[in-house]
């Protein structure tokens, strides 16, 4: 008799969990007898870790779209200010600047990277320039699916404007870009650690990364709604985006583990290279940047192979995701805003192909080279 084969998971839940339970368990249990559940020690322990770890201040706060929104509010930014970032992201990205009143101007993505294609970020900004309605204040990069956007040009390009440059690397916290880790490359650089995240705890979570002093000290403040140096004094309009301690307490014992995962996910992404490279087109990796492999997405030719390609890791019963099925533009609830941002504005095609062609397979540090093994013969068997 066959023995059926253990389940694949997109995203492991279970194998990081058996590795520190009980350090988990004495964790959270201490934090519930301290009665410290708001700001506790493990919150500034934690952050001291991070800082650590990328080498620049890091704040807690309660998800990585308030720390989006936090990063901004502490820049000024809203109405009248152009906030130029990817069609192809998740939605956070775009929401947060329209819910502090400014514009979000759609860049289209690079085919191969997926990540911003600067090309087409200095074109929109001209346009923006040209028009003179709306002021470029910001550009937030995506460390798409984990893989560092191109910051150097970034950079230079945010430097001839003035603007602010904001790194939101919810799926990215791990990766390098010359060796040095994200939280370096930018003015701000937000984390979420949502579950399924390189780094997730068992709830909402984030964080902000900065090299400034000056700032890591506002976002501080306004995460606490805009408190000054006494507790009851308000400096500026803030919000509750405080990180809870239990959910501090976790992080800790996961960041353990961290730096072995992110080997880890390396070699799985390995696997996958060595069997898919010349089959289906992979995300490319500059070789000046490291992945964290937050997702491994490959790209089909077009929607009827990538439906092909999902048909048949169904008949295996293998897991895949689709990020993400609509580029931002065309969500309803961004469309006015879209349509408003520039009054022609060109296409985004690469963003709008993307959407038919991508999907990412099963990624996280536990996955073993059989079932790579496995999911790629039935990824190959789809494109026939
Ligand atoms: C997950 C994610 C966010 C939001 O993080 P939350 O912690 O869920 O608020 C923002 N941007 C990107 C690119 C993400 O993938």
Request: hydrophobic share 45%; net charge negative.
């Amino acid at each position: 008799m066959t023995q059926t084969p253990k389940p694949i998971a997109l995203f492991d839940m279970q194998a990081q969990q058996a590795l520190i339970r009980a350090e988990l368990d004495r964790r959270v249990a201490h934090v519930i007898s301290s009665g410290r559940f708001i700001n506790g020690p493990e919150v500034s322990e934690l952050e001291a870790r991070l800082a650590a770890f990328s080498g620049v201040h890091a704040v807690g706060v309660s998800s990585g779209t308030d720390a989006l929104q936090i990063a901004m509010m502490a820049e000024g930014i809203g109405r009248g200010d152009a906030v130029f970032l990817p069609a192809f992201t998740y939605t956070a990205t775009a929401e947060v600047p329209l819910v502090l009143g400014a514009t979000p101007v759609f860049v289209d993505v690079d085919p191969d990277s997926f990540n911003m294609d600067l090309a087409d970020l200095e074109r929109r900004i001209a346009l923006v320039l040209a028009e003179g309605k709306l002021k470029p204040r910001a550009i937030v990069g995506v460390d798409l699916f984990g893989l560092p956007a191109d910051w150097d040009g970034i950079r230079a390009i945010a430097a001839k404007h003035g603007m602010f440059t904001l790194d939101d690397a919810a799926q990215a916290f791990g990766a390098t870009l010359h060796g040095k880790s994200l939280g370096q490359h930018s003015d701000a650089t937000t984390l979420s650690f949502y579950p399924t995240k390189t780094l997730g705890c068992y709830g909402d979570g984030g964080a902000i990364l900065t090299p400034s002093e000056d700032r890591a000290a506002l976002y501080r403040s306004l995460r606490t709604h805009g408190e000054g140096g006494g507790r009851y004094e308000v400096l500026r309009i803030g919000m509750n985006g405080r990180l809870d301690t239990i959910q501090a307490a976790i992080l800790l014992c996961k960041m353990d583990l961290f730096d072995q995962e992110l080997k880890d996910r390396a070699k799985v992404a390995g696997w996958y290279g060595q069997r898919l490279a010349g089959k289906v087109a992979l995300q490319r990796v500059p070789n000046t940047a490291q992945s964290a492999w937050g997702l491994y997405t490959i790209r089909c030719r077009d929607a009827a192979e990538r439906a092909r390609v999902q048909d048949s890791l169904k008949a295996d019963g293998i897991p895949f995701g689709v990020y993400y099925p609509k580029p931002l533009h065309h969500q309803p609830a961004y469309a006015a805003s879209h349509a408003a941002s520039l009054s022609a504005a060109p296409p985004l095609a690469v963003s709008e192909a993307l959407c038919h062609q991508v999907m990412s397979l099963p990624m996280h540090p536990y996955l073993e080279e059989g079932e790579v093994e496995r999911v790629c013969t039935a990824v190959l068997r789809g494109l026939g």
